[in-house]
């Protein structure tokens, strides 16, 4: 079994047991000091213990520090940790996929990736890859398979139009055009 895991083990399981019998004992030692009187305490031999005023002020000291930590120390963390509202990482982010935009005429987007210029100008995304920015031309040309044997778009010319005849064709996954997105939302602004 790997060393660091959540799995339970019998190592975990003994300390785990330890730990509760300790924390159980401290606790009920605890309750039996806050409840029971000095005068019981100084009876049996026992003299030098904290002032009462501590079983009272402790608890008060962690549910006061709990309160204000979960209530405005981490609420504040979260919101200096959040970007800004006129910021490029509201929208996205170095991760997203920007596929082209390119669609033959039989309406298939191309699949191509295209390159990330994130850091340079977050702002301006090429709408079309490199293949189809110079030139327009047909998909099939742009085959991404590693062996250009198994590619189907190399191997059967008509296979772009086979799945354009199919119906419900699902399209790959990828992040939304924010320009596509708009545009149907509030249609086109001249």
Sequence with gaps: MPE??????????IYGF?????????F??????????????????????PNKYFALFIPILILTATFLFGFFIYPSISFVMTPNVDSIYTVTDPFAVKR?????????LCDNKI??????NPWNFARLCNNHQNRVSKIENFCDCTEKEKCLLYTDK??????????????????????EVSDILYGELN
Excluded at 19 to 25: G, I, K, P
Excluded at 100 to 108: S, T
Excluded at 115 to 120: A, L
């Design 115 to 120: 390159p990330n210029d994130f850091e340079e």
């Design 4 to 13: 660091h895991t959540p799995a339970p083990t019998s190592s975990r399981g």
């Design 28 to 49: 009920v030692l605890y309750v039996l000091w806050a409840f029971i009187p000095l005068e019981f305490f100084e009876a049996i031999g026992v003299t030098e213990l």
């Design 18 to 26: 330890v730990v509760y019998l300790l924390f159980s004992t401290l």
């Design 100 to 108: 082209c935009q390119y669609r033959d005429e039989n309406g298939i």
């Design 158 to 179: 008509d296979y772009v139009d086979k799945l354009s005849r199919k119906r419900n064709i699902i399209q790959n996954s990828g992040d939304m055009n924010i320009d």
